[in-house]
């Protein structure tokens, strides 16, 4: 079933790429498939989203500085980082790429980069993009400082995570093993009677 948000953002994204396409129509020549591919994605809302864009923020900035150092362009180098990756934040980098590709102007594409916000990381990820363009400037570091920055800060949530998990892991292994201990100790002593 199909929930209001994701019917209101289907049609946003029909008539906001149909206006879009309507603008470069007389300009340029567009691929049929990539503006296909702009209106199939749909951008995540919700909760649950919020949290799956905080956990794919290290993978997509990491990705992206890689593919800046390897001397892509900012919407190569993201469109490279999230090319694979099913994540609400690359849905919405891969939507942001297209527009650009279509002749969206650059502010309008990070735009969409944005939108699935909730995470300031991804903010920061679009101001060293946004700078690139208008500075000239190379965006590597800030995307660098940021991925270094998330790759930690995950590193210490799992660590955090792994330490409430623990206890509960111990808990269940003495809930199995003493039973079964016991059950051993019982039959050796059953077998070791006479009679």
Same mark, same amino acid.
Request: hydrophobic share 50%; with cysteine; net charge positive.
């Given at each position: 079933?199909?929930?209001?948000?994701?019917?209101? *953002?289907?049609?946003?994204?029909?008539?906001?790429?149909?206006?879009?396409?309507?603008?470069?129509?007389?300009?340029?020549?567009?691929?049929?498939?990539?503006?296909?591919?702009?209106?199939?994605?749909?951008?995540?809302?919700?909760?649950?989203?919020?949290?799956?864009?905080?956990?794919? /923020?290290?993978?997509?900035? *990491?990705?992206?500085?890689?593919?800046? *150092?390897?001397?892509?362009?900012?919407?190569?180098?993201?469109?490279?980082?999230?090319?694979?990756?099913?994540?609400?934040?690359?849905?919405? *980098?891969?939507?942001?790429? $297209?527009?650009?590709?279509?002749?969206?102007?650059?502010?309008?594409?990070?735009?969409?980069?944005?939108?699935?916000?909730?995470?300031?990381?991804?903010?920061?990820?679009?101001?060293?993009?946004?700078?690139?363009?208008?500075?000239?400037?190379?965006?590597?570091?800030?995307?660098?400082?940021?991925?270094?920055?998330?790759? $930690?800060?995950?590193?210490?949530?799992?660590?955090?995570?792994?330490?409430?998990?623990?206890?509960?892991?111990?808990? /269940? /292994? $003495?809930?199995?093993?003493?039973?079964?201990?016991?059950?051993?100790?019982?039959?050796?002593?059953?077998?070791?009677?006479?009679?």
């Amino acid at each position: 079933m199909i929930s209001v948000g994701q019917l209101g *953002a289907g049609v946003a994204g029909l008539f906001g790429s149909a206006a879009l396409m309507a603008a470069v129509g007389g300009h340029a020549r567009v691929d049929r498939t990539r503006h296909r591919r702009l209106l199939q994605v749909k951008l995540p809302s919700g909760w649950g989203e919020t949290r799956r864009v905080s956990e794919a /923020v290290p993978e997509v900035a *990491a990705d992206l500085a890689t593919g800046l *150092a390897a001397g892509l362009g900012p919407f190569d180098a993201l469109d490279y980082a999230c090319r694979h990756r099913s994540d609400p934040l690359s849905l919405a *980098a891969r939507r942001a790429c $297209a527009m650009a590709e279509v002749g969206a102007p650059v502010r309008v594409a990070l735009d969409v980069f944005t939108q699935v916000g909730g995470d300031p990381r991804v903010s920061s990820l679009r101001m060293a993009l946004e700078s690139e363009f208008r500075s000239g400037g190379s965006a590597l570091e800030p995307v660098t400082a940021v991925a270094r920055a998330a790759s $930690a800060e995950q590193t210490v949530r799992r660590t955090e995570r792994a330490a409430k998990v623990a206890p509960l892991i111990q808990l /269940v /292994v $003495a809930l199995v093993l003493v039973p079964s201990a016991l059950l051993l100790a019982g039959a050796v002593a059953v077998a070791g009677l006479p009679g």
